[in-house]
T-cell receptor, first 109, second 115 residues
Framework: RKEVEQDPGPFNVPEGATVAFNCTYS??????FFWYRQDCRKEPKLLMS???SGNEDGRFTAQLNRASQYISLLIRDSKLSDSATYLC??????????FGKGTTLSVSS | EPEVTQTPSHQVTQMGQEVILRCVPI?????FYWYRQILGQKVEFLVS????????KSEIFDDQFSVERPDGSNFTLKIRSTKLEDSAMYFC?????????????FGEGSRLTVL
C-alpha cells in the first residue's frame, strides 16, 4: 500500500473555478501534514502546512481528517499562475517528509 | 533571500562511473536532506543528515550511496558505480528545525543522466 496517495489528475479548469484535491495516508502515526507545490521541472516549495482544525491562506484552504487519514486542499478563484503539481506530504515525528506523487492542475483562460 | 544551491545543474555520465553531487545548504540550517525524483515519478527520500551523521535513510540509500559534509558549508552525495536507474533529478534540502515542525527548503536540483 502506498504511503501517500493522491487524486491522479490532471485537473483542467477555467480561471475562476474552485478545485479540490484529496489525499490519503496509510500511516496512522503520521503527525505533520503539508501541501507543497512543484512547477514543471522545478523544486518543490511549501504551499502551506495543514492543521487539525483546518486552515486557510488566502484562496487556499486545507483540511485534515485524522480519523479517515485524509487531507484536502481547496483552491478558490483559480488563477493561471496556480497551474502546477500539488504534492501532499506527511511525516511522523522525527522522520523525513514522505511525498505523494502529486496532482497536476492546469488553469486555462 | 537565502537559498540552497546545487551543482552541477546537469551531469551526464557513463554507467559504472562515480558521481558527486554538491549542495550548499542555507547557512544557519542544521538538518540536511537528499531526495530524488525520477522523471514522472514522486519525490523520494534518500537520506537525512544532522550533527555530522546520518539520522535516517531509506531503502534506496544502499551501499552505492554516501553523504559527506567535508567542511562547514558543503553537503555532498556520492553515487559509486552508477546504474541506468540512477537517472533522476536529485534535490538537496535543508531546514533549521526538524521537518515535522519546519519548512524544507529545496535547491533547484541536479539532473543526473546515466548512459
Amino acid at each position: 500500500r502506498k504511503e501517500v496517495e493522491q487524486d491522479p489528475g490532471p485537473f483542467n479548469v477555467p480561471e475562476g473555478a474552485t478545485v479540490a484535491f484529496n489525499c490519503t495516508y496509510s500511516n496512522s502515526a503520521s503527525q505533520s501534514f503539508f501541501w507543497y507545490r512543484q512547477d514543471c521541472r522545478k523544486e518543490p516549495k511549501l504551499l502551506m502546512s495543514v492543521y487539525s482544525s483546518g486552515n486557510e491562506d488566502g484562496r487556499f484552504t486545507a483540511q485534515l481528517n485524522r480519523a479517515s487519514q485524509y487531507i484536502s486542499l481547496l483552491i478558490r478563484d483559480s488563477k493561471l499562475s496556480d497551474s502546477a503539481t500539488y504534492l501532499c506530504v506527511v511525516n511522523q515525528a522525527g522522520t523525513a517528509l514522505i511525498f505523494g506523487k502529486g496532482t497536476t492542475l492546469s488553469v486555462s483562460s | 533571500e537565502p537559498e540552497v544551491t546545487q551543482t552541477p545543474s546537469h551531469q551526464v555520465t557513463q554507467m559504472g562511473q562515480e558521481v558527486i553531487l554538491r549542495c550548499v545548504p542555507i547557512s544557519n540550517h542544521l538538518y540536511f536532506y537528499w531526495y530524488r525524483q525520477i522523471l514522472g515519478q514522486k519525490v523520494e527520500f534518500l537520506v537525512s543528515f544532522y550533527n555530522n551523521e546520518i539520522s535516517e535513510k531509506s531503502e534506496i540509500f544502499d551501499d552505492q550511496f554516501s553523504v559527506e559534509r567535508p567542511d562547514g558549508s558543503n553537503f555532498t552525495l556520492k553515487i559509486r558505480s552508477t546504474k541506468l536507474e540512477d537517472s533522476a533529478m536529485y534535490f538537496c534540502a535543508s531546514t533549521g528545525q526538524h521537518t515535522n515542525t519546519g519548512e524544507l527548503f529545496f535547491g533547484e536540483g541536479s539532473r543526473l543522466t546515466v548512459l
